[in-house]
């Protein structure tokens, strides 16, 4: 099992570990800093002992990256693992901007069900099944957003269960939510958003989440 060195502290952007096994370009490490994609999240940029990853995969407890062929490492090599913190940081801004944005809509409109959700470098979003269009709430939903970022309230990140690796964030007083992401220390680190609504079909809405120093 890859001990998950980014639950730990998702600020830490380089840890020396060893390769746990390797199967020809694929390798695992017996702890990482490198997020592989999961729950919407898009998988952290960055280099195993001075090499690309070039792909990032879970695959039960373990998580496997891809080196490019003839990388020459082997089980027991020391390694260090070095991680595009820039990226990261902001994949974690977008991330925590689009769970409140989830949880806010799940307040405004009874029974909506989250249908997907992308969480990349430059935008977020989240798709509902929902009858009507969001637009009419979007404005509110906005300002409650940004209001719970402002709050810059402590953020929880812990396990529910550690055997199984099920963990949460939580926001006490506010909510608590499953999710296995990289999280934010507060919610003020987020910063200033917007909300964008888009028609993806029948019965589908789309909420696209961006932070506004891209705007």
């Given at each position: 099992m890859t001990h998950k060195t980014f639950w730990d502290d998702p600020y830490q952007t380089e840890l020396a570990t060893q390769v746990a096994t390797v199967d020809g370009e694929r390798v695992t490490l017996?702890?990482?800093?490198?997020?592989?994609?999961?729950?919407?999240?898009?998988?952290d940029s960055g280099s195993i002992a001075g090499q690309p990853v070039l792909l990032a995969e879970k695959q039960e407890q373990d998580i496997v990256y891809t080196l490019a062929a003839g990388h020459g490492l082997q089980p027991g090599d020391a390694v260090t693992v070095r991680i595009d913190w820039p990226r990261?940081?902001?994949?974690m801004r977008l991330h925590f901007a689009a769970?409140?944005?989830?949880?806010?809509?799940?307040?405004?409109?009874?029974?909506?069900?989250?249908?997907?959700?992308?969480i990349g470098e430059h935008k977020a979003r989240i798709d509902f099944a929902l009858p009507q269009p969001i637009t009419?709430?979007?404005?509110?939903?906005?300002t409650k957003v940004q209001?719970?970022?402002?709050?810059n309230s402590a953020i929880v990140s812990a396990f529910a269960d550690a055997a199984n690796e099920r963990r949460y964030w939580e926001v006490p007083g506010y909510c608590r939510v499953p999710c296995g992401g990289t999280h934010l220390q507060r919610t003020g680190e987020v910063g200033r958003i917007a909300l964008k609504r888009k028609n993806v079909g029948r019965g589908k809405e789309r909420v696209e989440i961006t932070l506004l120093e891209d705007e």
């Amino acid at each position: 099992m890859t001990h998950k060195t980014f639950w730990d502290d998702p600020y830490q952007t380089e840890l020396a570990t060893q390769v746990a096994t390797v199967d020809g370009e694929r390798v695992t490490l017996q702890a990482t800093i490198f997020y592989a994609e999961s729950g919407g999240q898009e998988s952290d940029s960055g280099s195993i002992a001075g090499q690309p990853v070039l792909l990032a995969e879970k695959q039960e407890q373990d998580i496997v990256y891809t080196l490019a062929a003839g990388h020459g490492l082997q089980p027991g090599d020391a390694v260090t693992v070095r991680i595009d913190w820039p990226r990261r940081y902001r994949l974690m801004r977008l991330h925590f901007a689009a769970e409140l944005t989830l949880e806010t809509i799940y307040r405004d409109f009874d029974g909506v069900e989250k249908i997907g959700a992308h969480i990349g470098e430059h935008k977020a979003r989240i798709d509902f099944a929902l009858p009507q269009p969001i637009t009419p709430q979007l404005a509110a939903i906005a300002t409650k957003v940004q209001a719970l970022i402002d709050a810059n309230s402590a953020i929880v990140s812990a396990f529910a269960d550690a055997a199984n690796e099920r963990r949460y964030w939580e926001v006490p007083g506010y909510c608590r939510v499953p999710c296995g992401g990289t999280h934010l220390q507060r919610t003020g680190e987020v910063g200033r958003i917007a909300l964008k609504r888009k028609n993806v079909g029948r019965g589908k809405e789309r909420v696209e989440i961006t932070l506004l120093e891209d705007e």
